[in-house]
């Protein structure tokens, strides 16, 4: 008899395992599995599956599992024992009994969370003063709440991969919110793309080749435009309706599309890199948290991926998270790759629409010696237009709290 | 006619008046108070006065207005006219009739907001999951709201001056309510704490003596206390009932009133610092924020107790807001006392639980060169035992971001 705890693993990894899957689908696909699954965990698995309206799922075809190589860790296990066992069927199985068994499936733990099934008790309206609010309620900042109060709901669609929610607020502008949580508010999120386009920009002597990942808002693209060095700036977006969306109801954003030098691909950033190694002198990784579809985004293989499309003397910047909430998920991850790149460093901003107030950048290079003093500043009328970096804020952004430099790097630091 | 703006200021400026009377009142004392004030001002301006249940209202018996020294300003113009006037009661109204003209009575705009009435909406519960939610919201953070799941409410009643509500959270410890505003939990209160005492005693060369203001919690003093230099630490706090509930529900904090060096005053700090002049090395402000009670304490007058009562070289660290929120309320204040100081600084940390989770400190010097760079740094044992202060982090916290440092400290810095 499983435990409550090795059930819901094994419905996360499951999860997982699915979502890998189903991005490597053609319409109409479908896969197989096989596992020590319940009734119950397969339910709510083929729940998610159909929640995202691609494919219908079906426990009776085959599919090719050489496809998944972004779950690289749970693919060589599976043909480890399917070699030792000569069948398919009975390596997935003992491979999920095993991973029910040893809890220790994953080389990171940032994807310990099923993300929410519905978002409509996300809105609610105040009995006193009859004001509606977005409540930002999520498994990975437990016991909080952070609230804006709306003005008028703009779009709420389900896109191909996620819930997809813009609205005009009272005090904050206009609020993007994916899958329940806040992606931007059109008041402070020049933060967030400031620091995450700046600091690795200003650190690299000389970027010719910028990739960011995710980012569909278009706002990390807007400050990468602002350098006029750059020559070449490619987005790999895996859902196209959060461009069309940003487009349409955040052009304050959505402008840096306009850029001559940007170039679109609607396709998974994984991908992408795997065909382009060694070609880009900065990545950036601006998504959302590790819940859902994201999750693979924070696990080691990711940025592996990242490492090898990187040019030499690169520079990788990712959405690190929060330290007064997620030390124990950044902790692995800094961990895991920092005898993979030759310098692995995490700044933060403040920006209050984000939880707790502030976010982190996981920054590694591939050479150099490291990103913490800016080798470049910007021109005076670039410096005009920022409205949160300065060169001196690059600096003083690596300077953690007592307690996240402890618990991040060690207490030797 | 009063247009609507100019009566609520007259009401504001009404309502900071007779605070600062209520608090110079004997038990059952009470104040004359003539102006321009339509019934339906008086009628709010009694509510609250009422609220606070120490004294009746009553609007035909005289006080001493030589007791109103703390709002200086206000005064010294009421002494003005009344001497050119020869009439008291005729000098209140050409007072208010003058504040009501030219909404430019104050020498800063800190306390535009009266204060909620009633924090019963505060709590509420989810139907969704039958959650308890505290719900902060607040006239400094309109539009935007911070909740912490209830696990228990351990305390909640109206002290002599101010609402006061202690619960245990799901996920943050023990959390103290003020008015309805998060004062500290349990989580997070460290950073607040550490930053608000470690930057002016570390930037001090040799200090002996601290005064607090308010900080009734003891979190403070705790802090102070790490410091064997100090010899006397002396402790202003108006509200006994603050340090009784602290000592009775949050001993991670008050256990600051343990050290043999605390003096306890349940006084005015105003007060106190006119009768103890030029005589400590590094002054505290632990207040709320500028609604109610507090006011007086974001005003020039109260800035200029706290120079008389600092020594030559010595510090103030005041609770100076939230970059994010409250530049147009800062950056006055600062502008005021800079003739005042012979430096004024800004610093800020980050902590979840206040409003958009970081807090500022200003911090002013009387002669030195300025509190960025540490003169001392702790001794090991002294760092291990620190959560949030490092002497790294003492400098990083005077960097702000580009828009703060413009509309504070204006473009050319």
Avoid at 65 to 80: E, G, K, P, V, Y
Avoid at 267 to 285: C, H, L, P, R, Y
Avoid at 301 to 312: D, I, Q, T, V, W
Wanted: aromatic share 10%; with cysteine.
């Amino acid at each position: 008899m499983l435990s409550v705890e090795s059930k819901r693993y094994v419905l996360l990894q499951e999860y997982r395992l699915h979502i890998c899957m189903y991005f490597y689908l053609k319409e109409g696909g479908s896969f197989v599995h096989v596992g020590i699954s319940s009734s119950t965990i397969n339910h709510q698995a083929r729940s998610k599956i159909k929640n995202i309206q691609k494919s219908s799922f079906q426990i009776a075809t085959t599919t090719n599992h050489q496809q998944l190589r972004r779950n690289a860790h749970i693919i060589s296990m599976h043909w480890l024992i399917r070699w030792l066992t000569n069948s398919s069927l009975l390596a997935w199985t003992i491979l999920f009994c095993l991973s029910a068994a040893t809890s220790s499936f994953s080389t990171t733990n940032m994807a310990d969370f099923p993300p929410p099934k519905d978002y409509s008790h996300l809105i609610f309206e105040t009995k006193q003063d009859n004001t509606k609010w977005f409540h930002e309620r999520g498994p990975l900042w437990q016991g909080q709440a952070f609230s804006l109060q709306i003005k008028e709901v703009l779009y709420h669609q389900k896109s191909l991969f996620q819930d997809v929610l813009v609205f005009d607020s009272e005090h904050h502008g206009k609020v993007l919110v994916l899958d329940g949580v806040i992606q931007c508010t059109e008041r402070d999120e020049f933060s967030y793309q400031e620091m995450m386009a700046h600091i690795p920009l200003y650190a690299h002597p000389d970027p010719k080749k910028v990739l960011v990942i995710g980012g569909g808002d278009g706002g990390v693209l807007r400050e990468i435009a602002r350098h006029p060095g750059v020559e070449e700036i490619v987005i790999c977006e895996l859902d196209k309706d959060v461009i069309d969306v940003s487009k349409k109801y955040l052009p304050f954003m959505a402008k840096g599309f306009d850029d001559p030098r940007v170039k679109v691909n609607i396709m998974d950033g994984a991908k992408f890199m795997e065909e382009n190694q060694s070609s880009f002198d900065v990545i950036i990784t601006d998504s959302s948290d590790p819940v859902g579809p994201a999750c693979v985004l924070f696990e080691t293989p990711f940025y592996k991926a990242m490492h090898g499309s990187l040019r030499e003397g690169g520079i990788i910047c990712t959405q690190g998270e929060c330290v007064w909430l997620h030390v124990n998920l950044i902790q692995p991850l800094v961990k895991a790759i920092t005898s993979l790149f030759t310098t692995v460093e995490y700044a933060y901003c403040t920006i209050p629409s984000y939880p707790s107030g502030q976010i982190g950048f996981i920054i590694a290079s591939k050479g150099g010696k490291g990103c913490k003093v800016p080798t470049r500043t910007p021109e005076a009328s670039v410096q005009k237009e920022l409205r949160y970096y300065t060169p001196d804020i690059h600096q003083a952004s690596f300077v953690l709290p007592a307690f996240a430099e402890r618990a991040i790097f060690g207490s030797d630091r």
